[in-house]
């Protein structure tokens, strides 16, 4: 049972390696050594967009594991599942980045146009709403089977707020006129997810001084 929670565990990390190469690999331009160099440098603020967005899922997977994770069949299906998405998901992530990155640092929306964001906002919310479903899904099965299952059950909570940030975003690309507002969706995260950590309670409750010992 130890091996094959090995296994598993090694081809999720495999499987964002291979997306982090992917979205590191499109980067590269061919032509010209010091016009190859410029045009790489450009796109790094994209790649570095993409790599936490990544790096966050992937995180999140080895703290399912450390606090809870097993290896029953539904456990197991939900790793495989989020294995698929993230290399489906690649290919609109680095399109998003891009476009986040010149919206940041230029103040443009790399050429896209309205119809460009609605179609790439719509493959991303899609594919950023369903990876954070499966992540959810994954804590709430962990937490059956846990000593803290109120810590994974935050967590849980945090991606279904997540999920439901991907969905409005994701619906906002099929609204005439609402489009161009699917990326605003994602930029009021930081405030929601940080109330939300700071108002919830992630230690479970201490028993009570006075309370009888089991079998006492």
Do not use: K
């Not at 979205?23 to 016009?35: R, V």
């Not at 994974?152 to 991907?166: F, K, V």
């Amino acid at each position: 049972m130890r091996d094959w929670r090995h296994r598993l565990d090694a081809f999720v990390d495999a499987a964002f390696a291979f997306a982090l190469t992917l979205l590191l690999a499109n980067t590269i331009a061919a032509g010209d050594l010091l016009q190859s160099l410029r045009a790489t440098l450009g796109q790094l603020p994209a790649f570095a967009i993409g790599f936490v967005i990544l790096a966050m899922f992937w995180n999140e997977h080895v703290a399912w594991r450390r606090l809870g994770g097993n290896d029953r069949g539904l456990a197991v299906l939900l790793s495989l599942l989020l294995v698929f998405l993230v290399l489906v998901f690649v290919l609109a992530l680095r399109p998003m980045a891009q476009s986040l990155a010149a919206f940041l640092l230029a103040g443009e929306s790399a050429g896209l146009g309205a119809r460009g964001v609605a179609e790439v906002f719509r493959v991303y919310g899609a594919g950023f709403a369903a990876m954070c479903t499966v992540t959810m899904a994954l804590h709430l099965q962990g937490g059956r089977f846990t000593d803290e299952p109120r810590h994974l059950r935050g967590r849980a909570i945090s991606y279904g707020i997540l999920a439901t940030a991907g969905a409005v975003s994701l619906s906002l690309t099929f609204i005439s006129g609402a489009a161009l507002f699917a990326p605003w969706v994602y930029a009021a995260l930081p405030l929601v997810m940080g109330l939300f950590a700071f108002l919830y309670r992630w230690e479970e409750e201490p028993r009570e001084s006075g309370a009888a010992e089991p079998g006492a």
